[in-house]
């Protein structure tokens, strides 16, 4: 089962930042949170991950709190094309991830 | 210049035919993987590969047979095929670095519809 608990969807304006929560209250200190999406029918695309610092890359940046039991991923200007499931993931045992149900995001004009 | 490649993308064949999907991966990496997405969209993963060693069966049935001929592909092969079958396969590899760090670059999936 997954480790995680996300909304089942949010809605957010194009050109807005889009702010996904994501709940992993029984995270364990060697467990990292990735983040992945999945645009239409597409194959899952990594986006960012984390152990406990916050971090940045060319797509989205990755706030985890400082209890490690909860984190947002932040798309700082969501476009149509960012229209997607996102899945946050926390790692259980190496060569098996799990993913949940995600969060259905909706972009609008 | 596909990272992953699956073949073919799309199957459509009758109930009781065999049939095989073909994954690629020219990152380099050790280990593989195939997930079945469903009607209901759950990515659920069915076999992890390391090193041509199969590592995860879960609990898969035996008519479902992965094959690496080398590090760099993993076959599924497809025995009877039900009607359940009918899904999406995803075929995807990653380079573990370490402790539970592994980042998953997946091919753009096999859509199967058995008849």
């Known amino acids: 089962d997954a480790k995680t608990t996300q909304p089942p969807s949010m809605d957010c304006a194009e050109g807005r930042a889009a702010n996904l929560p994501c709940n992993h209250s029984t995270i364990s200190g060697n467990e990292y949170v990735y983040w992945y999406r999945q645009i239409h029918s597409q194959g899952p695309q990594y986006i960012i991950h984390?152990?406990?610092n916050n971090e940045t890359n060319e797509m989205a940046s990755l706030i985890i709190t400082e209890d490690r039991k909860s984190s947002t991923l932040i798309l700082p200007h969501a476009t149509l094309r960012d229209t997607a499931v996102y899945y946050c993931?926390?790692?259980?045992?190496?060569?098996?991830?799990?993913f949940g149900a995600g969060t259905r995001l909706f972009v609008k004009a | 210049d596909t990272a992953v490649s699956q073949t073919p993308k799309y199957l459509v064949t009758q109930m009781g035919n065999d049939k095989s999907i073909k994954c690629e991966q020219n990152l380099g990496h050790d280990t593989m993987y195939w997930y079945k997405q469903d009607s209901k969209k759950f990515l659920k993963i069915m076999f992890s590969?390391?090193?041509?060693?199969?590592?995860i069966n879960e609990t898969v049935p035996n008519r479902f047979s992965p094959k690496s001929p080398d590090k760099a592909h993993l076959n599924l092969h497809i025995n009877s095929l039900e009607l359940g079958d009918s899904a999406v396969y995803f075929c995807?590899?990653?380079?573990?670095?370490?402790?539970?760090?592994?980042?998953?670059?997946f091919g753009p999936g096999t859509r199967l519809l058995v008849l």
């Open positions: 590969y390391n090193n041509k060693e199969l590592i």
């Open positions: 995807a590899s990653s380079q573990p670095k370490g402790g539970l760090q592994e980042t998953q670059y």
């Open positions: 984390g152990l406990k």
């Open positions: 993931i926390v790692r259980v045992t190496s060569f098996k991830t799990i």
